[in-house]
């Protein structure tokens, strides 16, 4: 098995043994057993380089500032370890063995680590199989940041060394060209950014601040939020700044004063513990408030920061957790650490610093003052952080690797040979294990943890994952409390799925509510987004929807157009249906004129009932009565087919407004034209030789004139029906915001003749009637017929142009009028002075007052 391992540069080697170029002389922990497994751990959060002379040889940089949690998260893995050894069904009569490292916070401590770990750390060892000394380890448990883990594993990748990180959340690392063996406990960044985008959504925060490391995890992170986050919709970024890693106090000056003078009240920060200190330090001395802190999972339970000097700045901060878990047993395995009982440990001294670190003391002080540790302190006496298991992250993301890695070689033990996954269908064997073989079954892990969750991997090494979101809480007393408000989660069936309990929350503000953090309020319905030329898409100007358009919805990016028959109301944030407008019987004009239609028709009616009480008077029995009643009684039809014009058009009004105008005209100057003819006729015939006219103008005669002449416009008016009959028409030229109900003509021409034809009888009727309006008569009833046809025609010229230009309901009360006008025109003009003459003079209705002087003359 060693042979995998024979070609790390470290190493060179002879025909019959191997031996280390140099030994790193690192911080760690060792435990021998059948297959030992390595981890990575931060246990101290700074290092220091020694400075170096021109023919010195490169030292590993001198490890400073001791991390509780640090050892605490390595002393979780022994625990795991020591537990699987006790557990009969998992691994049973194989016992596991660690080889745990302190990375010290830089990166060329952890990959030699990594180095030393993956190649043994024996100066020498034979290659027999009964060689000695430590057997290099067979998976390896870390690192935390996404940096170092990068590093380890681009190269132990090579080798498919399985790697199970509990802290690295770098998206870069699912790519499986590049890291083929590595897997992890802890979600990726890329589902923390959608889990980040989905508590920003929430909480309807559009405008954010984002602060990053300067490493390949605040890069990665930046990137990725700013694509997610176009993709989305979901929020702009206000800036996007990288937090320096030398803590160069100017930079971070600009920093803070951006965030001071930003309007955007949310800041997210994706950095590391080492970050947050400095930059808070510049935000109290620029006295910054007022900002909604989100955590990344690398600080949101940092309890550095959670201090009474910083709690007035971060109070209430908001941060993506690693999923809370419960270990039973871990915290009694921590009270029993002794320096004595590691002491066989191969030479480390990570338990003796730990011990120096809580108990302030020394083993071997250098000075009388400093005090002597005796390693037999009683732990559970002082306040540190290693006891406390209530709050376990990390810790629970290293126990689930150090259980995958476990469970993948308990797989690979049970496998039976002929039925294996490798070639031939055989099994792997634990003497001549290879790396690769062990990756294929951490690949299918699948197993519960006692705390109910599920283990697995997907294809690019990711588990399942869970974040919790936490709320920091600052109490009266002045401590603070980080206590859960809620999880987000993927599953296979659900998708990601966020819960928050907002009453739980503690917001640190004075309205004790979640704060706005927008750059543009929201856009109301009725109006739209205009972008901001050169600005964010997150900030724009809110522009009312044109007349006929409307949104309702916040935020709308467009307008939409109403239906045809609709209209944007006021507010524009819906379509109401539009005003109908045509001549109305309840409108001031449609009563008007339908009231002077009725006196019209009531006054025809009457004078056609003082006709009928006087019609054996000479003035009534003068020029063919009968005329004169079927005169009267199409003047009534004129009247009451201006009717038809009024209400609103439906199919049988649009076709019988016009037929009924034009027949009941053409009936009516018919009958004035006859009457014409037959004054030319009797003043012809008292002529010597003029009586043989009269017998083309008898009572036959005459009423089948009216009828021939009123036929032609019958038949016009039904060609024009059948070939393009008027119908009813919704008009929204004239108005955007009305239909104007109107009957189109349906043929122009068939009302055009039909109007034509009407007036080639009037002028005949005028032309003939003002030829014998000089006639030797007392009462000539030519004159009157002049003066009828005259303003008849005056009316129906006027109306073309009128008719025309009026848009809509003017344009039948414009023919409506012109009907009335013309009826009442020919109606006072033709009956009454003759009505003038029955009632109130009749002495003068009598044969020889009509014919008076005119007769002497003959």
């Known amino acids: 098995m060693f042979t995998f391992f024979s070609s790390y540069p470290l190493i060179f080697s002879s025909p019959l043994s191997c031996k280390l170029w140099k030994k790193f002389h690192l911080n760690e922990i060792h435990k021998p057993g059948d297959v030992v497994m390595g981890g990575l751990f931060e246990v101290h959060y700074g290092s220091v380089f020694p400075e170096r002379t021109y023919k010195s040889e490169p030292q590993l940089p001198v490890c400073r500032g001791f991390d509780t949690l640090g050892f605490r998260h390595t002393m979780t893995m022994a625990f795991a370890i020591e537990e699987i050894n006790k557990d009969s069904t998992l691994l049973p009569n194989l016992t596991l063995g660690y080889s745990l490292h302190d990375n010290c916070g830089a990166l060329v401590v952890g990959f030699s680590g990594s180095l030393s770990m993956a190649g043994g750390s024996e100066e020498q060892f034979l290659l027999p199989e009964n060689c000695v000394g430590t057997p290099p380890v067979l998976g390896i448990v870390g690192d935390s940041p996404s940096t170092f883990t990068i590093a380890t594993s681009r190269v132990l990748g090579l080798y498919n060394l399985p790697i199970v990180s509990y802290f690295s959340t770098c998206a870069c690392l699912s790519d499986r060209k590049q890291f083929p063996s590595f897997f992890r406990t802890i979600p990726s960044d890329s589902f923390q950014v959608r889990a980040m985008i989905q508590i920003l959504k929430h909480f309807g925060w559009t405008w954010v601040g984002l602060l990053i490391s300067d490493d390949d995890y605040g890069r990665n992170v930046a990137r990725s939020l700013k694509s997610d986050l176009a993709q989305s919709g979901a929020g702009c970024l206000a800036f996007s700044e990288v937090l320096p890693w030398d803590s160069d106090p100017s930079e971070l000056r600009r920093i803070v004063h951006l965030m001071r003078t930003s309007t955007t009240r949310v800041v997210m920060v994706f950095a590391h513990e080492f970050h947050m200190i400095h930059l808070m330090k510049e935000v109290v001395r620029q006295n910054v408030t007022g900002l909604q802190w989100i955590a990344s999972e690398a600080w949101t339970a940092a309890a550095v920061l959670q201090t009474p000097l910083l709690m007035p700045y971060l109070g209430g901060t908001l941060g993506i957790a690693i999923r809370r878990g419960e270990i039973p047993g871990l915290r009694e395995f921590l009270t029993q650490i002794r320096p004595d009982r590691n002491a066989k440990n191969s030479g480390n001294n990570m338990v003796t610093q730990f011990w120096e670190h809580t108990f302030k003391c020394r083993f071997n002080p250098h000075y009388s003052m400093v005090k002597q540790c005796t390693g037999q302190e009683d732990i559970e006496s002082v306040e540190s952080e290693i006891l406390d298991v209530s709050n376990l992250r990390p810790e629970y993301n290293i126990y689930k690797a150090v259980y995958a890695l476990a469970h993948a070689l308990n797989d690979l033990l049970k496998c039976q040979q002929g039925r294996g996954p490798f070639p031939g269908n055989s099994c792997a064997v634990l003497q001549g294990l290879e790396p690769w073989q062990l990756v294929h079954y951490l690949q299918h892990v699948n197993f519960t943890t006692a705390f ?54 503690f917001w640190n503000f004075k309205s004790n509510k979640a704060p706005r953090s927008v750059c543009s309020e929201s856009c109301p319905p009725g109006t739209r987004v205009a972008r901001k030329k050169g600005q964010p898409v997150c900030c724009f100007d809110c522009v009312p929807c044109s007349e006929g358009k409307f949104s309702n919805n916040t935020d709308s990016m467009e307008c939409s157009s109403c239906p045809e028959d609709f209209w944007s109301s006021p507010q524009r944030d819906h379509c109401v249906p539009k005003k109908t407008e045509f001549l109305s019987y309840q409108e001031p004009l449609g009563i008007c004129l339908t009231a002077a239609s009725l006196l019209g028709t009531f006054i025809s009616a009457i004078v056609l009932g003082i006709f009928i009480c006087h019609h054996s008077t000479p003035i009534v029995r003068a020029n063919n009565s009968e005329l004169s009643f079927l005169l009267l009684a199409s003047l009534k039809l004129c009247f009451l087919c201006s009717l038809l014009f009024i209400g609103r058009p439906r199919l049988w009004t649009c076709q019988l407004r016009h037929a009924a105008f034009g027949i009941s005209f053409v009936l009516c100057v018919s009958c004035i034209l006859v009457k014409t003819m037959v004054v030319l006729a009797v003043f012809k015939a008292s002529k010597p030789g003029g009586g043989a006219s009269l017998k083309w103008f008898g009572a036959m005669q005459q009423r089948g004139t009216v009828l021939g002449l009123t036929s032609i416009q019958a038949a016009i008016c039904t060609a024009w029906l059948v070939s393009s009959s008027p119908a009813p028409h919704k008009n929204t030229q004239y108005h955007n915001d009305k239909i104007v109900y109107e009957c189109v003509v349906g043929s122009t021409i068939g009302f055009a003749v039909l109007l034509g034809y009407i007036g080639l009888l009037a002028m005949l009727s005028f032309v003939l009637a003002f030829l014998a309006r000089n006639l030797p008569d007392n009462f000539n009833e030519a004159k009157l017929i002049t003066f009828s046809m005259l303003i008849f025609c005056a009316v129906w010229v006027a109306f073309v142009p009128a008719y025309v230009n009026s848009p809509g309901k003017y344009a039948d009360a414009v023919e409506v009028f012109a009907i009335l006008a013309s009826s009442f025109g020919l109606l006072v003009a033709l009956f009454g002075p003759k009505c003038y003459i029955i009632l109130l003079r009749p002495e003068r209705n009598t044969k020889k007052s009509i014919m008076g002087r005119g007769t002497n003359k003959f």
Not at 478 to 484: A, I
């Open 452 to 505: 109910g969750d599920q283990v697995s991997f997907d294809e690019n090494g990711n588990a399942l994952p869970i974040y919790d979101i936490v709320n920091w809480v600052w109490q009266a007393d002045g401590r603070t409390r980080v206590q859960n408000v809620g999880d987000v989660k993927k599953s296979t069936f659900k998708g990601e799925e966020l819960t928050i309990n907002e009453d739980k929350i």
